[in-house]
């Protein structure tokens, strides 16, 4: 089954801090891994995803299949990164989407 | 992307009542699905919606309780029947290709049943 676990339901930093959110999954297959975030009073919108290997407003996030984790981190975390950050899982032959429970950020002046 | 609206975006609403929600993408779009998010609580799936062809719920949720249409590509509804204060949540829906890369989301409508 597929699953996806936040151990972290609060995070807080201080501005400038490195900052790690935490997310592991289990799934037998293929997996393809999200970040997705919400800022206040926003809707959800995609932060990155794997298999881009990209860098968003700063942040990155490596798969590890070894470890099944995909953690998103920041050298440097800013005021405005303060918001719900959720670590989604698909498959490819699905097409839903699996969610934690999400983290959420504060960072703090 | 797509851009995705809602309706209502929120509501207070009596237990044994029934609400729906639209959802309307500006592109047509193979897929979409519907989300809960209850308070306190992650996203859940509800059902992923095809057009021309029965929703497929997960599990905890069935069609009596959460009938939904898929008249065309571009639009969508989803009821909340019969409600009580345990369907007090915000409903999403999102949308996806024939191939799920990325999702995208609706604004979302907060529900509120007393």
């Known amino acids: 089954a597929q699953r996806v676990t936040q151990p972290e339901k609060l995070l807080s930093v201080f501005k400038g801090a490195p900052v790690e959110l935490k997310c592991n999954y289990s799934?037998?297959?293929?997996?393809?891994l999200f970040w997705y975030v919400q800022y206040s009073r926003q809707r959800l919108q995609l932060l990155l995803r794997h298999i881009s290997r990209e860098s968003i407003k700063g942040f990155t996030a490596d798969l590890n299949k070894g470890e099944t984790s995909f953690h998103l981190k920041k050298p440097f975390a800013q005021e405005e990164d303060s918001a719900m950050y959720y670590c989604?899982?698909?498959?490819?032959?699905?097409?839903?989407?699996?969610f934690g429970a999400g983290t959420r950020l504060t960072v703090k002046p | 992307s797509a851009v995705i609206s809602q309706k209502p975006s929120r509501d207070i609403c009596q237990r044994g009542t029934s609400l729906t929600i639209q959802c309307q993408v500006d592109s047509q779009v193979t897929m979409m699905f519907w989300y809960r998010q209850q308070p306190g609580q992650s996203l859940t799936l509800i059902a992923t919606?095809?057009?021309?062809?029965?929703?497929?719920?997960e599990s905890g949720f069935v069609i009596d309780k959460f009938p939904i249409s898929r008249p065309n590509l571009t639009f969508s509804t989803l009821t909340v029947s019969n409600m009580s204060p345990e369907d007090s949540s915000i409903y999403l829906c999102?949308?996806?290709?024939?191939?799920?890369?990325?999702?995208?989301f609706g604004p979302g409508t907060r529900l509120l049943v007393l």
């Open positions: 989604a899982l698909s498959s490819w032959n699905n097409n839903d989407m699996r």
């Open positions: 999102s949308v996806g290709g024939a191939f799920v890369e990325t999702q995208y």
């Open positions: 919606a095809n057009q021309g062809s029965e929703a497929t719920y």
């Open positions: 799934y037998s297959g293929s997996p393809e």
